[in-house]
């Protein structure tokens, strides 16, 4: 990594820099001591992690010492910049890191707070009073607040006014009706037109929705609709048609923070070959506080039940309310676990489990830039276990057709060894038996023409062959192969487009790999690696097929001269562009003269 300043940063730190994923998330930087001295937000942790140890010269003295003080990093990645942004905050508050200045202090996101009042007002506010109110947030910005305003205020006709509407107050006749009355934005309880009843249920719709529940709005609404339109009130059924539709467009709050949500621990498991990799997350108050994921070894006898376990006993702090993506070998009584199939808790799961994957991402292209074969070996091993080969594939090759219409039919073979493409090994195939678009027929003779010719050079066959195609691709080459006598001796499986889907040969049930597996993304690479070599060599025969049947219809070329110019400048526009004196030389003068004559002629057409 280039770096102007601060070349005393630690290896450690540098090989932390490498594997930060370019996801958004929050960091934290971590002392010497283990103490969190700084928390940020990024839209890409690797870009903005980075930049504090390059051009050290041009910070700010504050950020240099902070540099200095930083012995490891650690980061929490997100789904997006809101929910970074209120992790950040979230931390910060929960945390006091010594460098951080922002948000440490009362300043604060917005809320939407429900006022302990008669008739109690619902409006933005920054600050948290302890008057019984409630407080329904915070929101990543003023824009995500005001769209949930909006919603309840266009659902609900809810007073904004600050007056005392207490009952005495109210029987007394001390207000009168403002211009939200008039304007329909209001029912007007100053003055006694709405009774408090009606107008606490109104705010009981708008509570839930607040929490992110929008079914009992959504169900009374559909209620109202249905009673007016059936007493022939159509205009105002619309007009509640028209807040369903409001409902409708409404998003929920980000999962970062949950009203619906108190205190849970979040704890998820990824099992792998060897290891398994373990993430915490700390939920107070509704707010994600901590995360922070591990590595564990764990044996072929042990289940995944067996392992989450063991895992949970190595968590410090855990309380009562578990969140698990199953149920561990050891119930402990004193705890109580959900695995949550819908909702907020599902969506931390998830978000558990991404930093749990970006984790073993990590770990693995930590291994695979000190050793690259280690990297190799593992996914070789893996493919042979998936696809049930007797042998790694090391060596792979792949065949694709490629015609519009039955016409210049072409084919292709990729070559891959250890996974990657060996590109000086690629052939492009001309088909010559098959006459029309017959992509069984030009599957069968190119494989044949293939293997054959390997075997009478006694080349070393692949340890795979894949075929572009489903299971009629798969049946041509398998013909192909028996005329060879190498059916049951050449492992070879199709690999349909639509679905994905592997055929192997004799079985007609497809079967199907994990979409985010290395094997299958192996296989499709060589897939669309063989299409887009048979596709390039397609249209570089068709467009020749195209030049050369146009000077053929020139009537003083011979075949000989269309050679010759075909040969030389290859393409129309520069057999256009070339002087009439070079030409002369290579086919003639008079053929030269009728050739530019000709083909200026059809240009003017074209145009």
């Given at each position: 990594?280039?770096?102007?300043?601060?070349?005393n940063?630690?290896?450690?730190?540098?090989?932390?820099?490498?594997?930060?994923?370019?996801?958004?998330?929050v960091?934290q930087f971590i002392?010497?001591?283990?103490?969190?001295i700084?928390?940020?937000?990024?839209?890409?942790l690797?870009?903005?992690?980075?930049?504090y140890f390059?051009?050290?010269n041009?910070?700010?003295?504050?950020?240099?010492?902070?540099v200095?003080?930083?012995?490891?990093i650690?980061?929490?990645?997100?789904?997006?910049?809101?929910?970074?942004?209120?992790?950040?905050?979230?931390?910060?508050?929960?945390?006091q890191?010594?460098?951080?200045?922002m948000?440490?202090?009362s300043?604060?996101?917005?809320?939407?707070?429900i006022?302990?009042?008669?008739?109690?007002?619902?409006f933005?506010?920054r600050?948290?009073?302890?008057?019984?109110s409630?407080?329904f947030?915070?929101?990543?910005?003023?824009?995500?607040?005001n769209?949930?305003?909006?919603?309840?205020?266009?659902?609900?006709p809810?007073?904004?006014?600050?007056?005392?509407?207490?009952?005495?107050?109210?029987?007394?006749?001390?207000y009168t009706?403002?211009?939200?009355?008039?304007?329909?934005n209001?029912l007007?309880?100053?003055e006694?037109?709405?009774?408090?009843?009606?107008?606490?249920?109104?705010i009981s719709?708008?509570r839930e929705?607040?929490?992110?529940?929008?079914?009992?709005?959504?169900?009374?609404?559909?209620?109202?609709?249905?009673?007016?339109a059936?007493?022939l009130?159509?205009?105002e059924?619309d007009?509640?048609?028209?807040k369903?539709?409001?409902?409708?467009?409404?998003?929920?709050?980000s999962?970062?923070?949950?009203?619906?949500?108190?205190?849970?621990?979040?704890?998820?498991?990824?099992?792998?070959?060897?290891?398994?990799?373990?993430?915490?997350?700390?939920?107070?108050?509704?707010a994600?506080?901590?995360?922070?994921?591990?590595?564990?070894?764990?044996?072929?006898?042990?289940?995944p039940?067996e392992?989450?376990?063991?895992?949970?006993?190595?968590?410090?702090?855990?309380?009562?309310?578990?969140?698990?993506?199953f149920?561990?070998s050891?119930?402990?009584?004193?705890?109580?676990y959900?695995?949550?199939?819908?909702g907020?808790?599902l969506?931390l799961l998830?978000?558990?489990?991404?930093?749990?994957?970006?984790?073993?991402?990590?770990?693995?292209?930590?291994?695979e830039?000190t050793?690259p074969?280690?990297?190799?070996?593992?996914?070789?091993?893996?493919?042979?276990?998936?696809l049930?080969?007797p042998?790694?594939?090391?060596?792979?090759?792949?065949?694709d057709?490629?015609?519009?219409?039955?016409?210049?039919?072409?084919?292709?073979?990729?070559v891959?060894?250890?996974?990657?493409?060996?590109?000086?090994?690629?052939?492009?195939f001309?088909?010559?038996?098959?006459?029309?678009a017959?992509?069984?027929?030009s599957?069968?003779?190119?494989?044949?023409?293939?293997y054959?010719?390997m075997?009478?050079e006694?080349?070393?066959?692949?340890?795979?062959?894949?075929?572009?195609?489903?299971?009629?691709?798969?049946?041509?080459?398998?013909?192909a192969?028996?005329r060879?006598?190498?059916?049951?001796?050449l492992?070879?499986?199709?690999?349909?487009?639509?679905m994905?889907?592997?055929?192997?040969?004799?079985?007609?049930?497809?079967h199907?790999?994990?979409?985010?597996?290395?094997?299958?993304?192996?296989l499709?690479?060589?897939?669309?690696?063989?299409?887009?070599?048979?596709?390039?060599?397609?249209r570089q025969?068709?467009?020749?097929?195209?030049?050369?049947?146009e000077?053929?219809?020139?009537?003083?070329?011979?075949k000989?001269?269309?050679?010759?110019?075909?040969?030389?400048?290859?393409?129309?526009s520069?057999?256009r562009?070339?002087?009439?004196?070079?030409?002369?030389?290579?086919?003639?003068?008079k053929?030269?003269?009728m050739?530019?004559?000709?083909?200026?002629?059809n240009?003017?057409?074209?145009?």
């Amino acid at each position: 990594m280039k770096r102007n300043a601060n070349n005393n940063v630690s290896e450690h730190i540098r090989e932390k820099l490498t594997l930060l994923p370019a996801e958004p998330g929050v960091y934290q930087f971590i002392s010497a001591e283990g103490t969190i001295i700084y928390v940020g937000k990024a839209k890409s942790l690797r870009s903005r992690v980075s930049s504090y140890f390059n051009n050290g010269n041009d910070h700010t003295p504050k950020v240099r010492i902070l540099v200095r003080n930083i012995a490891d990093i650690r980061h929490i990645v997100v789904n997006n910049e809101s929910d970074a942004l209120l992790l950040e905050n979230n931390l910060i508050k929960e945390l006091q890191p010594r460098y951080n200045i922002m948000l440490k202090d009362s300043k604060s996101y917005p809320w939407i707070c429900i006022k302990n009042e008669p008739f109690p007002r619902i409006f933005s506010t920054r600050r948290l009073i302890k008057d019984g109110s409630e407080y329904f947030g915070p929101y990543p910005s003023g824009v995500m607040q005001n769209t949930v305003l909006e919603l309840i205020r266009g659902l609900y006709p809810l007073r904004t006014c600050k007056l005392n509407l207490s009952e005495p107050a109210i029987s007394r006749g001390k207000y009168t009706v403002c211009l939200q009355y008039h304007l329909g934005n209001c029912l007007g309880p100053c003055e006694g037109r709405q009774a408090e009843e009606d107008y606490n249920a109104d705010i009981s719709h708008a509570r839930e929705i607040l929490k992110g529940d929008l079914s009992h709005a959504a169900a009374f609404f559909e209620d109202r609709m249905v009673t007016l339109a059936a007493n022939l009130k159509f205009e105002e059924a619309d007009w509640v048609k028209h807040k369903l539709q409001l409902l409708d467009n409404y998003r929920r709050n980000s999962i970062i923070v949950s009203p619906s949500l108190s205190n849970v621990d979040v704890v998820f498991l990824l099992p792998d070959e060897n290891s398994s990799y373990c993430n915490h997350m700390k939920i107070v108050q509704g707010a994600v506080v901590g995360s922070y994921t591990f590595e564990l070894r764990s044996h072929l006898d042990e289940s995944p039940a067996e392992v989450l376990s063991f895992a949970l006993s190595q968590i410090e702090g855990l309380g009562r309310d578990l969140v698990v993506p199953f149920r561990p070998s050891e119930i402990d009584p004193a705890l109580k676990y959900t695995v949550p199939q819908r909702g907020d808790k599902l969506k931390l799961l998830e978000l558990s489990e991404k930093n749990c994957k970006m984790f073993r991402f990590e770990k693995l292209k930590q291994i695979e830039i000190t050793d690259p074969d280690r990297h190799v070996n593992r996914i070789m091993a893996k493919m042979q276990k998936d696809l049930n080969l007797p042998s790694e594939p090391r060596h792979i090759e792949c065949f694709d057709n490629s015609n519009i219409q039955g016409s210049s039919p072409v084919a292709s073979c990729v070559v891959f060894r250890n996974g990657k493409p060996s590109k000086r090994e690629y052939r492009h195939f001309n088909v010559k038996t098959v006459v029309g678009a017959n992509d069984f027929a030009s599957m069968d003779e190119i494989v044949f023409r293939r293997y054959n010719r390997m075997l009478d050079e006694n080349q070393q066959l692949p340890q795979l062959v894949l075929i572009d195609g489903g299971k009629g691709q798969l049946g041509a080459a398998l013909a192909a192969l028996e005329r060879l006598d190498l059916r049951g001796k050449l492992p070879i499986i199709g690999l349909a487009k639509r679905m994905e889907e592997l055929y192997y040969p004799g079985d007609p049930v497809p079967h199907y790999l994990d979409k985010n597996g290395e094997t299958l993304r192996v296989l499709m690479h060589l897939r669309d690696e063989a299409h887009r070599f048979g596709i390039t060599f397609h249209r570089q025969k068709r467009s020749i097929a195209f030049i050369k049947s146009e000077l053929e219809n020139i009537p003083t070329l011979g075949k000989t001269s269309v050679e010759k110019l075909l040969r030389k400048y290859k393409t129309i526009s520069k057999i256009r562009s070339t002087p009439l004196d070079e030409l002369s030389e290579l086919v003639g003068r008079k053929r030269a003269e009728m050739l530019l004559e000709t083909l200026k002629k059809n240009e003017n057409q074209t145009d």
